[in-house]
């Protein structure tokens, strides 16, 4: 939550910070198909839908840039090289079905396609 925190914070002048209460994704926004396969309609009125959306983008941004970051549980290889090393690939796989299923955050099957994974 503080790296998210810390990148909303970074943005442009027009965003300020209220309050640090921590939400689920999946509390904010409901799932609708859209170009970025993530929700971005809020649930609650309050919640304005680009605020929704800044935070869809935020997590396609993480996925993308999670495909080239270096893995601890790769031993410190980048899912991309994981996928294309047929000694790895078990291993990425094993670690993508690992993750917990949570609506509207990360997906570990948007992963799956974009490293071409899919069987």
Known sequence: MEIELDWIG???MFVKI???????LGDLVRERPDRLGLAIEPIDPD???ELARV??????????DWLDDSIPALDGSTP???AADPTRRSDLIALLKSFPVIEDGMSAQRIV???GLEE
């Open 18 to 24: 209220f309050s640090e209460e921590t939400t689920t």
């Open 113 to 115: 396609e974009a490293l």
């Open 10 to 12: 970074g943005l442009p």
């Open 55 to 64: 935070l869809a983008e935020a997590i396609l941004k993480f996925e993308k």
């Open 80 to 82: 991309r090289n994981a």
């Open 47 to 49: 919640i304005s839908p």
